[in-house]
């Protein structure tokens, strides 16, 4: 079975600085890893993926996500918060052993971006 | 390119009664997938299609059921209706069959059951 954790249900972070929303995995195998953000009303808006390779992984609106595999962990980053950032941030994970599409999600980290 | 989109956005039912819920894949994905997400539960898992095939089934009652057709658009029905089946319904289409594809999801489908 795979899941994913999201330890922390809200993260509160003054605009210009540097945010973190962290997820760790448990997964057979190596994982597929994602990240996704909801706004209100609205579906979710894939962000980045680690699929192999590089540990860091650079996706849209500058967030970034580094791949710790002894850490089982994928944590979301950006150098420089905005307003607008603000949302619902979602990680999923996908087993590479798992035949399907099947996507595990996180219960989810609320992003609040204060001026 | 259009994205994906779901009808309707918004449903009313009431208990007992049986829904209907559909999703047009983006132009060229064969692969669509439904998720329920809910305050409580979060987002889990319903059920994959991949040409027509079921792929993948999460744990949830028979009750939930789906189809994809050939032009790759999908439909799921829900019978019998429960209060707990209110819920925001995401579906998700991807390009290919294999893992490394992203999914991309639509707007949802608000289903309220009353």
Redesign the interface.
Known sequence: AQSVAQPEDQVNVAEGNPLTVKCTYSVSGNPYLFWYVQYPNRGLQFLLKYITGDNLVKGSYGFEAEFNKSQTSFHLKKPSALVSDSALYFCAVRSRTNAGNMLTFGGGTRLMVKP | KAG?T?TPRYLIKTRGQQVTLSCSPISGHR?V?W?QQTPGQ??Q?LF?Y?SETQ??K?NFPGRFSGRQFSNSRSEMNVSTLELGDSALY?C?S?AG?T??T???????TRLTVV
């Not at chain 2, 992203?102 to 949802?108: C, L, M």
């Open positions: 994906v779901q692969s997938s998720y979060g987002l898992f994959e991949f792929r993948n999460g995401l998700a991807r069959q893992g490394i992203e999914a991309f999801f639509g707007q949802g």
